[in-house]
């Protein structure tokens, strides 16, 4: 028996016998509950992450605008154009690890006096700096998104850091206003978002949360909230997995007013030594992948458990500002560039990681998901002038829908996908009512052999007419390939029935369906 908590309802989910049997499938009933009092899904849980790592940005997102690739101030076009459609919320930059090692003003100025740079964690290899400041922010502004800058803590000073809130937000008159003016800038961009360090346990200084704190507060003393409506909103560097006690630490000595979120990274990784092919894996692979990946629903419930006993009034937010899947690199790429394939349990992945954060959008109010171009679990790959959108692009293309939009819970009890006698909730969902009266919800089965039904009485909600789109394949390990770019891409969703306001859904093995309601 497994407790299951779904925005403060928890459903006891008994995994074994119950639910009616339908063949091969099994049948269950998801219940709407009162959402009055529910919160709104904030669109920033749609976040991406892009690292100065392997071929993210160079040759991923930046290609000079030299390049015979058709693009803006040297981003490719293409990319943008995806990433626009995908209305992405927020974009993390330049680490990762990368962030401690990264001196801003190398970044900035004539590309001839910029001097290179060393990418110590990443393949070792050397950067000319020709990706910088300017180059990013004014990327944001194409992709209307907001940028979230990870700040040097590791190796930097207080003062560099400082000095690039001033350089990014001060209007006035300053040094670094100045600056900014005689790089060709004379408005500023407004950064709000600002990552104190990253994983400062480990690649961001292997700190004491103790003393990381102690340095959180010096840090933000100095980074002035100037021209920033409604303040910076800063973002200590969190837990890794179950380190609770991380997230202890910091909620106990940092001030509230000092402190907007709290991060958390948590890969879906089966075994660091050994993580596995990313296309040619087993049932076996795939169980533990997706044992790893349900482990997000128990780190969010006991890191907000720990944050609650704080900050009963929920003033300091959890930010997941790394999550996905991570395996071994492709088969013949740089080790150090992480540059992997992305199938249908990647799509798996995103849409529970998604439902999971959905659900619990009364603490997680931003995440990340690691990264966007030609990295781990990416949106977006590139080769040369090629570029194909994955699985996951399209799981997070359906999802927008729940952006800004309010939370219904759900509960339900879910039927078992069970492998070699251990069990997961084959059935995962979240649902959300938009502004116009649109409601949404996403459902993920994640058995590799079975489908499942579900079925959801939208009485309550006085939904008329329903639609649907569905993500689904042939086989787990299925792809999109730059010879086959639209293998794996969203179909109209007809298995169905809607009479008398009770929706009934079949999901096949390992899809995502999403279903729109209308009045
Ligand atoms: O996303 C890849 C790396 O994973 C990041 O640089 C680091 O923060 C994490 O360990």
């Known amino acids: ?50 690292e100065h790592l392997g071929r993210c940005i160079y040759e991923g997102f930046y290609v000079g605008d030299n390049s015979m690739i058709p693009n803006t ?76 800058l990870s700040g040097n803590v590791g190796s930097g000073t207080v003062q560099e850091l400082a000095d690039w809130v001033q350089y990014t937000n001060f209007k006035g008159k300053s040094p670094m206003s100045d600056l900014r003016r ?12 600002w990552g104190i360090g990253n994983e400062a346990w480990g690649c961001g200084g292997n700190m004491r949360p103790e003393y990381y704190a102690d340095i959180y507060k010096k840090y933000v003393t100095f980074m002035s909230d100037a021209d920033v409506e409604g303040g910076l909103y800063k973002i200590a560097s969190g837990a890794s997995n179950d380190d609770y006690n991380w997230t202890e630490v910091l909620m106990k000595n940092i001030p509230k007013k000092m402190l907007q979120g709290v991060a958390l990274h948590h890969y879906s990784v089966i075994d660091w030594s050994a993580k596995g092919s990313d296309v040619d894996f087993t049932e076996d ?47 013949g790429t740089n080790p150090g560039f992480l540059y992997q394939q992305n199938t249908m349990r990647d799509a798996m992945i995103a849409g529970m990681n998604l439902n999971i954060f959905n659900n619990h959008a009364d603490r997680v109010k931003m995440a990340n998901l690691a990264q966007t171009v030609n990295v781990l679990q990416a949106v977006i790959l590139t080769d040369k002038e090629k570029m194909i959108l994955t699985p996951t692009y399209h799981v997070m293309n359906m999802y927008k829908v729940h952006q800004d939009a309010k939370l219904i819970p759900l509960s339900f009890e879910s039927p078992k996908y069970t492998y070699e006698g251990e069990s997961l909730p084959a059935v995962n969902a979240s649902a959300s009512m938009d502004d116009s009266g649109k409601m949404h919800i996403s459902l993920v089965n994640i058995d590799a052999h079975n489908e499942n039904m579900v079925s959801i009485d939208l009485n309550a909600l006085g939904i008329r007419e329903v639609t649907g789109r569905i993500l689904a394949s042939d086989k787990l390990q299925d792809h999109n390939t730059f010879d086959n770019p639209n293998k794996i891409e969203p179909k109209d969703y007809k298995d169905f029935t809607f009479k008398k306001g009770v929706l009934e859904v079949e999901l096949p093995p390992f899809s995502v369906v999403v279903l729109e309601g209308i009045k």
């Open 182 to 193: 005689e790089n060709g800038r004379d408005e500023p961009w407004t950064v709000k978002y």
């Open 73 to 148: 101030e040297g981003v490719r076009n293409d990319i943008i154009d995806a990433l626009k459609e995908l209305q992405i919320p927020n974009l993390r930059w330049p680490g990762g690890c990368f962030a401690d090692t990264y001196h801003w003003k190398d970044g900035i100025g004539p590309q001839e006096n910029r001097p290179t740079i060393v990418n110590t964690w990443w393949g070792g290899v050397t950067e000319d700096n020709s990706f910088g400041t300017h180059n990013f922010l004014n990327l944001c502004e194409v992709l209307d998104t907001e940028p979230y």
């Open 285 to 331: 692979l795939y169980f533990k992948t997706m044992k790893e990946s349900w482990l997000m629903e128990e780190l969010i419930v006991k890191h907000t458990a720990i944050m609650d006993k704080y900050d009963k009034e929920k003033q300091v937010d959890l930010i997941v500002d790394e999550w996905g899947g991570w395996y071994e690199v492709a088969e």
């Open 1 to 50: 028996m497994k407790t299951l908590r779904f925005y403060g309802l928890t459903t006891l989910i008994l995994f074994l016998g119950h639910g009616v049997v339908i063949g091969q499938s099994k049948q269950s009933t998801i219940k709407i509950e009162d959402f009055d009092d529910a919160p709104i899904i904030s669109k920033h849980i749609y976040g991406h992450f892009a």
